[in-house]
């Protein structure tokens, strides 16, 4: 059962959240959830291949594609040959932030917490929207560019080579162990199936504008307005 304290705002029964002075840190899925789109659909788009690479990332994200590593790897095939330019494009002309994502970072920030951006998308994007919210760790993929063109294959980095649903996880406890914060000091925020597993792991966990699976999960859903409605919930 859960309750709904406003219209499209939804609590489980019988949660009582702590105040926000309670949490120490926040992460942050960035696709769909601080941001309006999908990084690697949008490149798609641009590049004439928008369809194809959109029905796959539905599919994961519906939890249909079990396997995100799989699901990435498919898609970026399609985009091999795609001029690096069009991630100059896609920054510039169709990524925008989500409604409330700079407020609720800026007042999370404002009371102590650390931020960590963790997403299946890519770094070229991530640093642009950690810079913009001030985050405080960040964890993604990097694609691999040569002579001015994707790939379509992702670069080894010190972590590992993708960034799916159990790095998430591995990236929220480990970012706790750095600043001495337990799991249930963290928050996570989501709204796709690979960010289960580090909304698991969270003192809370809250779905935005997120697929069925995830709202089912949370146990705070935004199914309507913006991430700073979070605030409402979590007293100073």
Same mark, same amino acid.
């Given at each position: 059962?859960?309750?709904?304290?406003?219209?499209?705002?939804v609590?489980?029964?019988?949660?009582?959240?702590?105040?926000?002075?309670?949490?120490?840190?926040?992460a942050?899925?960035?696709?769909?959830?601080?941001i309006?789109?999908?990084?690697?659909? !949008? &490149?798609?788009?641009? +590049?004439?291949? $928008?369809?194809? @690479?959109?029905?796959?990332?539905?599919?994961?994200?519906? #939890? *249909?594609?079990?396997d995100?590593?799989?699901?990435?790897?498919?898609?970026?095939?399609?985009?091999?040959?795609?001029?690096?330019?069009?991630?100059?494009?896609?920054?510039?002309?169709r990524?925008?932030?989500?409604?409330?994502?700079?407020?609720?970072?800026?007042?999370?920030?404002?009371?102590?917490?650390?931020?960590?951006?963790?997403?299946?998308?890519?770094?070229?994007?991530?640093?642009?929207?950690?810079?913009?919210?001030?985050?405080?760790?960040?964890?993604?993929?990097e694609? !691999? &560019?040569?002579?001015? +063109?994707?790939? $379509?294959?992702? @670069?080894?980095?010190?972590?590992?080579?993708?960034?799916? #649903? *159990?790095?998430k996880?591995?990236m929220?406890?480990?970012c706790?162990?750095?600043?001495?914060?337990?799991p249930?000091?963290?928050?996570?925020?989501?709204?796709?199936?690979?960010?289960?597993?580090?909304?698991?792991?969270?003192?809370l966990?809250?779905?935005?504008?997120?697929?069925?699976?995830?709202?089912?999960?949370?146990?705070v859903?935004?199914n309507?307005?913006?991430?700073d409605?979070?605030?409402?919930?979590?007293?100073?």
């Amino acid at each position: 059962m859960t309750s709904a304290p406003s219209p499209g705002l939804v609590v489980q029964a019988g949660l009582a959240l702590p105040p926000l002075s309670h949490y120490k840190l926040a992460a942050f899925d960035m696709d769909s959830t601080l941001i309006s789109i999908e990084c690697i659909d !949008e &490149i798609a788009a641009l +590049a004439g291949k $928008g369809e194809a @690479v959109a029905a796959i990332t539905e599919a994961a994200m519906r #939890g *249909e594609i079990t396997d995100f590593r799989d699901s990435l790897r498919r898609r970026l095939a399609l985009l091999a040959g795609v001029p690096a330019t069009v991630l100059d494009r896609v920054l510039a002309e169709r990524l925008t932030f989500n409604p409330g994502a700079r407020e609720l970072c800026a007042a999370l920030k404002a009371a102590g917490l650390k931020l960590v951006l963790v997403s299946g998308g890519f770094t070229f994007f991530t640093r642009h929207v950690a810079a913009e919210l001030g985050m405080d760790y960040v964890r993604s993929n990097e694609l !691999e &560019i040569v002579d001015g +063109a994707l790939t $379509g294959r992702i @670069v080894m980095q010190d972590w590992g080579d993708i960034c799916d #649903g *159990e790095e998430k996880r591995r990236m929220l406890l480990q970012c706790c162990a750095a600043i001495g914060c337990t799991p249930a000091q963290a928050m996570a925020v989501g709204d796709g199936s690979n960010d289960l597993p580090m909304m698991g792991e969270a003192g809370l966990s809250v779905a935005f504008h997120a697929k069925p699976k995830v709202r089912a999960a949370a146990m705070v859903a935004i199914n309507e307005g913006g991430l700073d409605r979070l605030l409402t919930l979590l007293p100073a």
